[in-house]
């Protein structure tokens, strides 16, 4: 059901979806993996893409959300696609809604749960404990309609590292990080461990040189959110990354050289963003919880509330 139906009709909306951003044939090609003539294929026949995806039980309105984060992945890194897409699919077996499709085609396996049982979302133990920490975290702006006022394009994540915590792996976020959603933030899948590389980076970056800094989240930035900074007090650092064709490791580099001359603990980075790469701002805190509720309280001064 992945190779034959879900992952061709992710292709061919991401295709769309970076086709409408701009990006020519051949440069969908190389970012999909796949010929310049199976992306001709993709874009004329659009249209057929949702009906695969309906019989698998997937909304269009999922299915939408989907393609925007994979989208949005592979501008940045096909390794971040390739995350993303495992952890959605991953999501939709554990939740169980390829069940009835899968029992149909093979009813031999109508008392089979084997999918619920092995992508449940790793809820128990110690890592539980993280990954309740980022889903309480979650909960608190998802109430809030302020936040979407703070919500960059590329969405919001956040990010939680235990004590021992020393690579993106052992980093709990949110897969497809959080959307909006008619005026809403809302998150569509549980978090997990390792859902996050370029977040995760981040927060192992300034965890180095602070340890007491567990928690993460991205906003957006711009001259408001520069005076709401102002207004709260938040220590801050800005990273020189202008430069075109910027990677992860060009971040990380600016990040690493920021952290080794600033004076004392920080509570955000600004990177004002480049070429084809939107502003952004990192906050930082003890744990997951209170970076959401910084989050919260930035919002509220962006809007002029607080």
Not at 14 to 29: E, H, N, P, T, Y
Not at 223 to 238: C, D, F, N, P, Y
Not at 250 to 259: G, I, M, Q, T
């Amino acid at each position: 059901m992945m190779t034959d139906s879900f992952l061709p009709s992710m292709r061919k909306m991401v295709a769309l979806k970076l086709r409408d951003q701009g990006f020519s044939q051949g440069r969908i090609a190389s970012m999909l993996g796949v010929t310049q003539a199976s992306v001709s294929l993709y874009l004329k026949r659009g249209g057929r893409r949702q009906r695969a995806l309906d019989a698998l039980g997937v909304s269009s309105d999922e299915a939408e959300l989907y393609a925007s984060l994979l989208a949005e992945d592979l501008k940045k890194d096909p390794v971040y696609a390739v995350n993303t897409l495992y952890s959605i699919w991953s999501d939709i077996l554990g939740r169980g809604a390829m069940c009835s499709t899968h029992r149909s085609q093979y009813p031999i396996l109508a008392k089979c749960d084997m999918c619920m049982s092995v992508f449940p979302g790793r809820a128990a133990g110690s890592e539980g404990g993280a990954i309740e920490q980022v889903a309480e975290a979650v909960r608190t702006i998802e109430g809030s309609s302020i936040f979407v006022k703070v919500m960059p394009e590329v969405s919001v994540n956040i990010a939680y590292a235990g004590p021992n915590a020393s690579s993106v792996r052992e980093v709990v976020a949110v897969p497809g990080r959080i959307v909006r959603v008619r005026g809403m933030p809302r998150s569509f899948m549980r978090p997990e461990f390792g859902a996050s590389t370029h977040l995760a980076g981040i927060l192992l970056a300034v965890k180095s040189r602070d340890p007491s800094v567990r928690g993460a989240m991205n906003l957006r930035y711009d001259l408001k959110m520069e005076r709401a900074l102002a207004s709260q007090g938040i220590r801050h650092v800005t990273l020189d990354t202008s430069q075109g064709d910027r990677t992860d490791a060009d971040l990380l580099a600016s990040l690493d050289e920021k952290l080794r001359d600033a004076p004392g603990p920080i509570e955000a980075v600004v990177d004002r963003g480049g070429p084809g790469i939107e502003p952004g701002l990192y906050l930082f805190a003890g744990d997951a919880s209170r970076v959401a509720q910084i989050g919260l309280r930035l919002a509220r001064a962006y809007v002029g509330e607080g």
